[in-house]
């Protein structure tokens, strides 16, 4: 069965520093994954997808098939990205069904 | 519309009572989604609507869950005898055939008590 697992429920912290959202996957398969982001009082909405290897808002992800991971990394954190980020995974078949994680809230301190 | 339009916003109800929720989805989007997000959980695939096809149910939690898709366009999702543990936000989503570009409405927070 296909799963996504992100183990922290929170990450607090101060700007600037690093940030690294941890993303887990469980599939037989080659999957495509993805990044949600909601920002507060804001609908959720795609921050990047693996396969455009693109950097938004200064944030980039790498597909590790070896460890099935998906983290998510910024260098400086801003406060203007606390926000809940959600790991996706899609099967790659027809229907483009997402499956998310649990979600993880991070919190950038001033 | 300019964007996934969810109704009502907030829903409170009674246990044992059916509430039906609205979707309506970005003209030209073939595609209908529709997930919960319970508290401290991740978002939670329901059904799948694609054009004319038959909706995939696989995420539906029980037979008291339902929805239907009315001309390729509006969607409504029923929940029959509510119970406590279906308070969560129900939220839609859709995105243009064979795409990954979801674009989800603000959804529909349901309390039932």
């Known amino acids: 069965a296909q799963r996504v697992t992100q183990p922290e429920k929170l990450l607090s912290v101060f700007k600037g520093a690093p940030v690294e959202l941890k993303c887990n996957y469980s599939?037989?398969?080659?999957?495509?994954l993805f990044w949600y982001v909601q920002y507060s009082r804001q609908r959720l909405q795609l921050l990047l997808r693996?396969?455009s290897r693109e950097s938004i808002k200064g944030f980039t992800a790498d597909l590790n098939k070896g460890e099935t991971s998906f983290h998510l990394k910024k260098p400086f954190a801003q406060e203007e990205d606390s926000a809940m980020y959600y790991c996706?995974?899609?099967?790659?078949?027809?229907?483009?069904?997402?499956?998310f994680g649990s979600g993880t809230r991070l919190l950038v301190r001033p | 519309g300019a964007g996934v339009s969810q109704s009502p916003s907030n829903k409170v109800t009674e246990k044992g009572k059916d509430v039906e929720l609205r979707c309506d989805p970005i003209?030209?989007?073939?595609?209908l989604y529709w997930y919960r997000q319970s508290l401290g959980q991740g978002l939670e695939f329901l059904i799948y609507?694609?054009?004319?096809?038959?909706?995939?149910k696989s995420g539906l939690p029980s037979d008291r869950f339902s929805a239907e898709r009315t001309g390729g366009s509006v969607s409504t999702l029923t929940i029959q005898r509510t119970q406590q543990e279906d308070s969560a936000v129900y939220l839609c989503?859709?995105?243009?055939?064979?795409?990954?570009?979801?674009?989800f409405g603000s959804g529909t927070r349901l309390t039932v008590v």
């Open positions: 003209s030209g989007h073939t595609a």
């Open positions: 599939y037989s398969g080659s999957p495509e």
């Open positions: 996706a995974l899609s099967r790659m078949d027809s229907s483009y069904k997402l499956i």
């Open positions: 609507f694609q054009g004319n096809s038959a909706p995939d």
């Open positions: 693996h396969i």
């Open positions: 989503a859709s995105s243009p055939q064979g795409s990954y570009g979801y674009t």
